[in-house]
């Protein structure tokens, strides 16, 4: 199926993977499209819907000589494609959607707003015509993290380098990356923060400086504070 920017191609009957096609992939794109992205990617990119876990294993390897890190489904830059198990639902897709527009929009984004934003959206809706994040899986973690200490401060999840923030295997820095950004969403101030850092990431590569801006804080460590006992509140 084509659905711009993207060549949708999957194993289950036509009438699923156009429905697929359209409710997701056309749903994601046209969302992101109205509060972020005005452009799409260079290129076609191609979106790998597997059926089942069998056939994600299998054709990962067979068409891309790859073997997945992840049950759910990734974005393989060099070969432009997103390959997932659809079979596990729309949520990782929707995410991974995220990470080539964000790629043609803005290159130099670092891996923590990347990912904050992607995973964002993996557990999503529409709000007053907008995508929307709820609450999802990354919760618990991210209190129980929270409760333990073990939560990095905002100046060092933002200075993370990209194998430093994949480097953590603790599921820590995707939740606080999420959850800041859905805080910001929550007070109106992710749209903002995204263009405030995307027209300025020459001089705030990592975006602190961006997000101390958007927030209206001078005292990070308050915020921080205020903002995990925040989430502490939240539930899913």
Known sequence: MIERPFIVVGDEEGSIVQERSEQVV???????????FTK???????IWLLKDAASYQKHAKEFFN????TPYGYYLPSKRALIMNISTGGGTLVHEIVHPVVEANFPDCPAWFNEGLGSLYEQSGTV?????????WRLPGLQQGIRQRTVPSFLTLTSTTRREFYADDTG????????LCYYLQERKL????????????????TGYRSLKKVLGVRDMNAFQRAWEAYVLKLVF
Do not use: C
Not at 26 to 36: A, G
Not at 128 to 136: A, E, F, L, V
Not at 190 to 205: C, G, H, W
């Open 128 to 136: 007053g015509g907008h995508i929307h994040g709820y609450t999802n």
């Open 26 to 36: 056309r749903w994601t794109v046209q969302r992101l499209k109205k509060d972020y």
């Open 40 to 46: 799409d990617p260079d290129e076609i990119l191609e």
């Open 190 to 205: 992710l749209v903002r923060f995204y263009k405030e850092f995307s027209a300025n990431t020459k001089a705030d590569p």
């Open 172 to 179: 820590i820095n995707y939740a606080a990356a999420r959850y």
């Open 66 to 69: 790859d073997t997945p890190g």
